[in-house]
């Protein structure tokens, strides 16, 4: 079965924690996106990378960090410096960026810090 | 302002009813434009996508574009209880740009 999967699905951080979120894709997608979900916002881009060893910061990258060696990789590292990291993360690809990008999601990861 | 608005809800209908989901927008470059639907604690998942203005359908789902007046809208008959969800509005220019998303509106859809 071709899909995105997210681990761990419920992840707890004590304050000053770096954690890392894990996203593995299987469809050959070259595309790669993350994104914050808190109630009534929508989803907010953190980060997302077009291709193998690129990456752009999104709307709300401060705080966070990703790296892309593997097409099918892109993990996120909510570090320390994210004053407030408690959300639903999800990891989205795309087959190709050039056109109306559609986008296919994980089940998501929830962050909570105690 | 955002650049995709979209009332957040929630929205209660009985079972049987036609739903009006609706979204606005701002930037006049849009040319696609998308509804995903999210259950509880899942990853959205695309239901239809549309491209410049006019209607798409499919099944009970009928999305609509009106660009003259930046208007978004996503219609359900017959809705159902597992239609119950909320139903996110996206949009973008196409080309190697962001897919801009709305904040999302809840729907319950009751027996």
């Known amino acids: 079965d071709g899909g995105i999967t997210q681990s761990p699905k419920y992840l707890f951080r004590k304050e000053g924690q770096n954690v890392t979120l894990s996203c593995e894709q299987n469809?050959?997608?070259?595309?790669m996106y993350w994104y914050r979900q808190d109630p009534g916002q929508g989803l907010r881009l953190i980060y997302y990378?077009?291709?193998?060893?690129?990456?752009q910061k999104g709307d709300i990258a401060e705080g966070y960090s990703v790296s892309r060696e593997k097409k099918e990789s892109f993990p996120l590292t909510v570090t320390s410096a994210q004053k407030n990291p408690t959300a639903f993360y999800l990891c989205?690809?795309?087959?190709?960026?050039?056109?109306?990008?559609?986008?296919?999601f994980g089940p998501g990861t929830r962050l909570t810090v105690l | 302002q955002k650049e995709v608005e979209q009332d957040p809800g929630p929205l209660s209908v009985p079972e049987g009813a036609i739903v009006s989901l609706n979204c606005t927008y701002s930037?006049?470059?849009?040319?696609?434009f998308m509804w995903y639907r999210q259950y509880s604690r899942k990853g959205p998942e695309l239901l239809m996508y549309?491209?410049?203005?006019g209607n798409k359908e499919d099944g009970r789902f009928t999305a609509q574009v009106d660009k003259s007046s930046k208007y978004i809208s996503l219609f359900i008959r017959d809705s159902q209880p597992s239609d119950s969800a909320t139903y996110l509005c996206?949009?973008?220019?196409?080309?190697?740009?962001?897919?801009?998303f709305g904040a999302g509106t809840r729907l319950a859809v009751h027996p």
């Open positions: 996206g949009a973008n220019r196409g080309g190697y740009n962001k897919l801009i």
């Open positions: 469809l050959n997608h070259d595309a």
């Open positions: 549309t491209y410049s203005s």
């Open positions: 989205a690809s795309s087959l190709d960026p050039s056109s109306y990008n559609e986008q296919f």
């Open positions: 990378s077009q291709i193998v060893n690129d990456f």
């Open positions: 930037n006049s470059a849009f040319q696609y």
